[in-house]
C-alpha cells in the first residue's frame, strides 16, 4: 500500500467512495429519523443521543475518508476492506433505535467496533508498505485499538451520569488520537479530494432537509392546501436551498491547504456542519407533525430547534469563511442571521411562520452575498 500523490492532477471522488456515502447516509438517516420522533413528542433528551450516534456516524466516516485521500490503492484486500466499514454503519444503523430508547445499545458498539478495528487494519497496511510514514499509521492504529476497547468496556457502565461523562471523555481522546499521530509525519491527503469528500457528504445530509419538504407536499395534498403546511414547503425549500448556496460560496480546499490548524478546525467543524444539517430535516419533519395534529410539544420547541440548528450551520460556514479570508462584512451578516433566526422562534408564531421566516432570512443572507460578489467584481 503506497501513498497517493497529494498533487495529482484531476483526483476525485471514487465509485467506491460514493458507495460507501451512500451506505452512510442509511445510518445517518435513521439518526435523524429518532431525534424527529423524540422532537415530535416532546422527549428533547434525545437531542443528547443524537449528538451522540451522530458523532459515532461522521468520526468512522471522517477517519476513512482522510485515509483513502493519503493511501487508496483500491486493490482487492482495500475493497474488502471498506465493505467491512459498510457493513459496520449498516449494523450500527441498525442499533440506533436501541439506543435511543435505553442509552446503551451492544448493536451500535458492535457496529462501530467493526469500523475501528477494520480501520485498524488499514494503517497497519499503511505502515507496512510506507516506511517513511510508518510511525504515524502505526500511532493511528495503537490509537485506535486502545480507544476502542474503551469504547466497549463502557458497555459495562450504567446510570446516566456515568454515561454521559464517559462518552464524551471518550470523545476528546478519539479526537487527539489524529492531533498526535500527525505530529509524526502528516500523512499525503489531496487537499481538493477531501473537499470534495466533505462536500459530497454535505449535498446527501441535505437530502434529509428534501425529504421533510416533500413530507410537507404529501400532507398538503392529502389534508388540502393548509396555509400551515404550505409555509413549511416554502420555507422548507428556501432553507435547504439557501444552505447549499451558503456551503458552495467559498472554496473549501483552501482551508485544507493553510495550517495543520486549519485543516483540523475545518475538518472537526463539519460535525457540527453534518450534524445541524440533519438536525433540520428532522426538524422540519416535527414541525409537519405539528401541522398535522401528530406532535406533542409546542411550537415553540420545534422552532427553537430548528433555528438553532440552523444558527449552528450558519456560524460553523462564517467561521470557516472567515478563517480562508471572507470579508468582515460577510462575517457580520453571518453571526446576525443565525441571532435573527433564533428571536424568531423565541417569539413563538405558528410553526409555519417560524420555518417560513427562517427561509427567507437565509435567502436574504444568499442575496447579499450575490451583490457583495458583484460590487466587489
Excluded at 476492506?81 to 454503519?89: D, E
Excluded at 500511532?139 to 476502542?148: D, E, L, R, W
Excluded at 454515561?163 to 509525519?185: D, K, M, Q
Amino acid at each position: 500500500m503506497q501513498p497517493r500523490d497529494p498533487h495529482e492532477a484531476h483526483r476525485v471522488a471514487t465509485p467506491l467512495e460514493l458507495f460507501f456515502d451512500l451506505v452512510f447516509v442509511v445510518a445517518i438517516a435513521s439518526a435523524a429519523a429518532q431525534w424527529h420522533h423524540g422532537l415530535a413528542e416532546g422527549h428533547l433528551g434525545d437531542l443528547v443521543n443524537f449528538v451522540m450516534v451522530f458523532f459515532a456516524i461522521w468520526w468512522a466516516w471522517m477517519n476513512y475518508t482522510w485515509f483513502a485521500s493519503s493511501y487508496d490503492c483500491d486493490d482487492v484486500a482495500y475493497r474488502l476492506l471498506t465493505f467491512t466499514i459498510m457493513a459496520g454503519s449498516l449494523m450500527l444503523a441498525a442499533g440506533i433505535p436501541d439506543l435511543f430508547a435505553t442509552g446503551q445499545s451492544g448493536l451500535v458498539v458492535g457496529g462501530y467496533a467493526m469500523m475501528r478495528f477494520a480501520m485498524v487494519a488499514m494503517w497497519l497496511r499503511a505502515a507496512a508498505g510506507h516506511p517513511e510514514g510508518r510511525r504515524t499509521a502505526l500511532t493511528y492504529a495503537a490509537g485506535i485499538s486502545i480507544v476502542q476497547v474503551l469504547w466497549i468496556a463502557r458497555l459495562l457502565l450504567e446510570g446516566h451520569t456515568a454515561l454521559l461523562v464517559s462518552f464524551f471523555a471518550l470523545v476528546v481522546l478519539e479526537l487527539l488520537v489524529p492531533i498526535v499521530a500527525e505530529r509524526n509525519g502528516i500523512t499525503p491527503f489531496h487537499p481538493h479530494h477531501i473537499a470534495e469528500r466533505y462536500a459530497l457528504l454535505t449535498i446527501i445530509v441535505l437530502g434529509e432537509v428534501i425529504l421533510a419538504s416533500v413530507q410537507a407536499v404529501q400532507g398538503a395534498l392529502q389534508q388540502g392546501a393548509e396555509a400551515g403546511l404550505l409555509a413549511i414547503v416554502v420555507g422548507g425549500l428556501l432553507i435547504v436551498f439557501s444552505m447549499w448556496w451558503l456551503y458552495f460560496k467559498r472554496e473549501h480546499a483552501t482551508l485544507f491547504e493553510g495550517s495543520i490548524r486549519s485543516t483540523f478546525v475545518t475538518g472537526y467543524g463539519h460535525y457540527l456542519v453534518f450534524a445541524s444539517v440533519a438536525a433540520t430535516g428532522a426538524a422540519l419533519a416535527a414541525a409537519v407533525d405539528l401541522v398535522q395534529g401528530e406532535a406533542h410539544t409546542t411550537a415553540r420547541v420545534i422552532g427553537l430547534a430548528l433555528t438553532g440548528a440552523v444558527a449552528v450551520y450558519v456560524w460553523c460556514l462564517t467561521a470557516m469563511h472567515a478563517m480562508a479570508g471572507a470579508p468582515v462584512a460577510e462575517t457580520r451578516v453571518g453571526v446576525a442571521v443565525g441571532l435573527v433566526v433564533l428571536a424568531v422562534a423565541a417569539v413563538a408564531p405558528p410553526i409555519g411562520v417560524t420555518v417560513l421566516v427562517t427561509g427567507c432570512v437565509l435567502a436574504v443572507a444568499v442575496a447579499q452575498h450575490v451583490w457583495a460578489t458583484r460590487e466587489a467584481a
